[in-house]
């Protein structure tokens, strides 16, 4: 098997630069937390100052292999007690340092000290470190049946520009199988943790390379993008909506993906994807939502009590290496939770990352929507972000509300910090938007009033309302004319029927009969068309259309006649005991001519209906 391995080239020389100061780390213990694709660093200091100057900083070095990773840095002095966990979101003073004797490809970082050291004087803190995306799969490309590989690299021994009485390595894998792991002196390897050490007497900048490689199919959840959105609303609630865009970060996924496989052995065939994500909300969040671009995701679940409120959802799909979703969750919180005031100011105070358990987010923003009117805006967080302001349009608003936007890259769970919102409000801007509801209800009822009471009518006498009037006439003729015109082309459907019953029965007494009744209507329909017709001719407000009824008619009446005529074919045929198929030709002629006729009178009536 080969590694493509990231070595760091410049350590080669590092045992000859000199000590930058007269501190020493006397013991030095590390705990790598590999259990999630997210890597935590625990480092414990014992510094001790041997010479006789009073020295304040104390430097951090990490490889820039590494640090181009590295998404958060704390180091707080040993005050808690042995066993408790250390509160990290409060560090002592960090920042990016160079100096002349740092080694290439080494990053710096400053740590001051509470107080300075004098010489004999020792202080015990700890560093954490937290990595994102520096786990690399190896392989690149698996299948659905296959487990995720990753490499970790780091050095065995504690990089550091001073003197090391002692330390000590601990790695914490997930479980599963290990592949393959640097195996030196003092190296141990006992179910999921491998220990390295102790090693004593190590000159500055000691290093060995450190290589893992091991299975690991924690979920590798990365959001390329994070839009959170925390709306304040001084009537109750603060309303938050965040938009995710999802990718699985680990091993890409290669081959064809089998459902059946998937749902019928989810721990062998899909061992690598992940299918849920938690998100941990406020006790009192309410109105939880999940939804994506196509609508409404069923699979999720809200459990809940006192003191949290979990929001388990599943996405669509299962999500392997290389695989994308978007989806958006929102809830409410009430404002008085997070809402508070001090020195004439109102504030809020909430969480700044995002609630998803064990997510990267490559590009986080963080809107805060305040109240319109809202004045002397300024924003308090516990690490560095890129602040800007801008405006949001929203119902009932006159000039927009403003909106505090930050953004942070690179961001991990440890940033779930709080942070704070300052701003000026006035009570009165809270009835802006009830007066303005008030006074539009206002106007709208004195406008009905007004309108009820108001004689908008056409005179009677003006030109527009006599043609409107005659208009009208003009469709009511048309539309009974219509009418008539489809009872005729009903009679001759009647009698097209009962030839075709002639043609099965022979009974030409019965088919007499139904040509007698179909004349004494088709007459009637003819009586009542008349008048119609005299109308619509003496009408100028018909000119338009009176050429296209004309037509209608003229065509109905030529249909009528070749209906009656094929009647009286057909009958006597029959009488003359003519074959079937002898009467077929002798009427296949009118048969055409009936079948083009009935074409037009339908066309025609369609015309007329868009007219």
Same mark, same amino acid.
């Given at each position: 098997?080969?590694?493509?391995?990231?070595?760091?080239?410049?350590?080669?020389?590092?045992?000859?630069?000199?000590?930058?100061?007269?501190?020493?780390?006397?013991?030095?213990?590390?705990?790598?937390? +590999?259990?999630?694709?997210?890597?935590?660093?625990?480092? /414990?200091?014992?510094?001790?100052?041997?010479?006789?100057?009073?020295?304040?900083?104390?430097?951090?070095?990490?490889?820039?292999? $590494?640090?181009?990773?590295?998404?958060? &840095?704390?180091?707080?002095?040993?005050?808690?007690?042995?066993?408790?966990?250390?509160?990290?979101? /409060?560090?002592?003073?960090?920042?990016?340092?160079?100096?002349?004797?740092?080694?290439?490809?080494?990053?710096?970082?400053?740590?001051?000290?509470?107080?300075?050291?004098?010489?004999?004087?020792?202080?015990?803190?700890?560093?954490?470190?937290?990595?994102?995306?520096?786990?690399?799969?190896?392989? #690149?490309?698996?299948?659905?049946?296959?487990? $995720?590989?990753?490499?970790?690299?780091?050095?065995?021994?504690?990089?550091?520009?001073?003197?090391?009485?002692?330390?000590?390595?601990?790695?914490?894998?997930?479980?599963?199988?290990?592949?393959?792991?640097?195996?030196?002196?003092?190296?141990?390897?006992?179910?999921?943790?491998?220990?390295?050490?102790?090693?004593?007497?190590?000159?500055?900048?000691?290093?060995?390379?450190?290589?893992?490689?091991?299975?690991?199919?924690?979920?590798?959840?990365?959001?390329?993008?994070?839009?959170?959105?925390?709306?304040?609303?001084?009537?109750?609630?603060?309303?938050?909506?965040?938009?995710?865009?999802?990718?699985?970060?680990?091993?890409?996924?290669?081959?064809?993906?089998? *459902?059946?496989?998937?749902?019928?052995?989810?721990?062998?065939?899909?061992?690598?994807?992940?299918?849920? &994500?938690?998100?941990?909300?406020?006790?009192?969040?309410?109105?939880?939502?999940?939804?994506?671009?196509?609508?409404?995701?069923?699979?999720?679940?809200?459990?809940?009590?006192?003191?949290?409120?979990?929001?388990?959802?599943?996405?669509?799909?299962?999500?392997?290496?290389?695989?994308?979703?978007?989806?958006?969750?929102?809830?409410?919180?009430?404002?008085?939770?997070?809402?508070?005031?001090?020195?004439?100011? *109102?504030?809020?105070?909430?969480?700044?990352?995002?609630?998803?358990?064990?997510?990267?987010?490559?590009?986080?923003?963080?809107?805060?929507?305040?109240?319109?009117?809202?004045?002397?805006?300024?924003?308090?967080?516990?690490?560095?972000?890129?602040?800007?302001?801008?405006?949001?349009?929203?119902?009932?608003?006159?000039?927009?509300?403003?909106?505090?936007? +930050?953004?942070?890259?690179?961001?991990?769970?440890?940033?779930?910090?709080?942070?704070?919102?300052?701003?000026?409000?006035?009570?009165?801007?809270?009835?802006?938007?009830?007066?303005?509801?008030?006074?539009?209800?206002?106007? &709208?009822?004195?406008?009905?009033?007004?309108?009820?009471?108001?004689?908008?009518?056409?005179?009677?006498?003006?030109?527009?309302?006599?043609?409107?009037?005659?208009?009208?006439?003009?469709?009511?003729?048309?539309?009974?004319?219509?009418?008539?015109?489809?009872?005729?082309?009903?009679?001759?459907?009647?009698?097209?029927?009962?030839?075709?019953?002639?043609?099965?029965?022979?009974?030409?007494?019965?088919?007499?009969?139904?040509?007698?009744?179909?004349?004494? +209507?088709?007459?009637?329909?003819?009586?009542?068309?008349?008048?119609?017709?005299?109308? +619509? #001719?003496?009408?100028?407000?018909?000119?338009?259309?009176?050429?296209?009824?004309?037509? &209608?008619?003229?065509?109905?009446?030529?249909?009528?006649?070749?209906?009656?005529?094929?009647?009286?074919?057909?009958?006597?045929?029959?009488?003359?005991?003519?074959?079937?198929?002898?009467?077929?030709?002798?009427?296949? $002629?009118? #048969?055409?001519?009936?079948?083009?006729? *009935? $074409?037009?009178?339908?066309?025609?009536?369609?015309?007329?209906?868009?007219?």
């Amino acid at each position: 098997m080969f590694f493509k391995l990231v070595v760091f080239a410049a350590l080669a020389a590092l045992l000859s630069s000199p000590v930058l100061s007269d501190l020493i780390l006397s013991k030095v213990e590390r705990r790598v937390d +590999l259990t999630s694709h997210i890597v935590r660093i625990l480092t /414990t200091l014992k510094v001790e100052n041997v010479g006789s100057d009073l020295v304040s900083e104390l430097l951090l070095a990490y490889p820039e292999v $590494q640090s181009k990773y590295l998404a958060f &840095l704390s180091a707080v002095p040993d005050k808690a007690a042995k066993g408790k966990p250390h509160d990290f979101s /409060t560090s002592l003073p960090l920042q990016p340092t160079t100096t002349p004797e740092t080694p290439h490809g080494l990053s710096l970082y400053s740590v001051s000290l509470p107080q300075a050291l004098s010489q004999g004087k020792t202080f015990t803190l700890h560093v954490l470190a937290v990595f994102a995306r520096v786990l690399q799969p190896f392989p #690149q490309q698996i299948t659905q049946a296959d487990v $995720q590989l990753v490499v970790f690299q780091d050095s065995v021994y504690y990089i550091s520009p001073y003197h090391v009485n002692a330390q000590s390595l601990t790695l914490k894998l997930p479980g599963g199988r290990i592949e393959s792991y640097t195996n030196m002196d003092k190296t141990k390897a006992d179910g999921s943790e491998i220990k390295y050490g102790p090693y004593e007497d190590l000159p500055p900048f000691s290093y060995t390379p450190l290589i893992v490689h091991f299975e690991s199919n924690h979920p590798f959840a990365v959001a390329t993008e994070l839009i959170r959105e925390i709306e304040i609303s001084h009537w109750g609630n603060v309303q938050i909506t965040e938009h995710y865009s999802l990718v699985h970060g680990g091993a890409q996924s290669k081959g064809e993906f089998s *459902r059946l496989d998937f749902q019928t052995k989810p721990n062998i065939r899909g061992a690598s994807a992940f299918r849920h &994500l938690v998100a941990k909300l406020p006790p009192r969040a309410h109105s939880i939502y999940y939804r994506d671009a196509i609508g409404n995701i069923s699979t999720s679940h809200v459990f809940s009590d006192s003191k949290k409120t979990e929001l388990v959802i599943e996405p669509r799909y299962p999500l392997f290496g290389g695989w994308k979703t978007a989806f958006t969750i929102g809830y409410g919180l009430p404002l008085k939770d997070f809402l508070f005031q001090a020195n004439g100011k *109102r504030f809020l105070n909430i969480v700044f990352g995002s609630p998803m358990d064990e997510l990267v987010i490559e590009n986080l923003i963080v809107k805060v929507v305040l109240p319109e009117g809202s004045t002397d805006i300024s924003v308090s967080t516990p690490f560095p972000v890129k602040q800007s302001l801008e405006t949001k349009i929203s119902h009932l608003d006159i000039v927009g509300r403003p909106v505090v936007v +930050l953004e942070k890259k690179n961001s991990v769970p440890e940033h779930n910090q709080s942070f704070q919102v300052y701003y000026k409000f006035s009570v009165l801007s809270m009835l802006r938007e009830p007066l303005m509801l008030i006074s539009g209800f206002f106007f &709208l009822f004195v406008t009905c009033i007004v309108y009820m009471h108001a004689d908008l009518s056409i005179s009677k006498s003006s030109a527009s309302y006599i043609a409107k009037l005659q208009w009208d006439e003009v469709q009511t003729a048309i539309q009974q004319l219509q009418n008539i015109i489809h009872s005729c082309l009903a009679t001759h459907d009647k009698l097209e029927a009962c030839l075709r019953d002639l043609s099965r029965t022979g009974d030409v007494q019965a088919c007499k009969a139904a040509r007698k009744t179909a004349d004494g +209507l088709l007459k009637e329909l003819s009586k009542d068309l008349k008048p119609l017709l005299v109308f +619509l #001719q003496t009408s100028p407000t018909a000119s338009q259309i009176l050429p296209k009824v004309e037509e &209608l008619v003229a065509k109905e009446r030529e249909l009528q006649d070749k209906l009656m005529a094929k009647y009286s074919t057909v009958v006597d045929c029959f009488e003359k005991k003519v074959s079937g198929s002898d009467i077929e030709k002798k009427v296949a $002629q009118q #048969q055409q001519k009936i079948t083009a006729l *009935r $074409q037009d009178v339908d066309e025609l009536l369609e015309i007329i209906d868009e007219i």
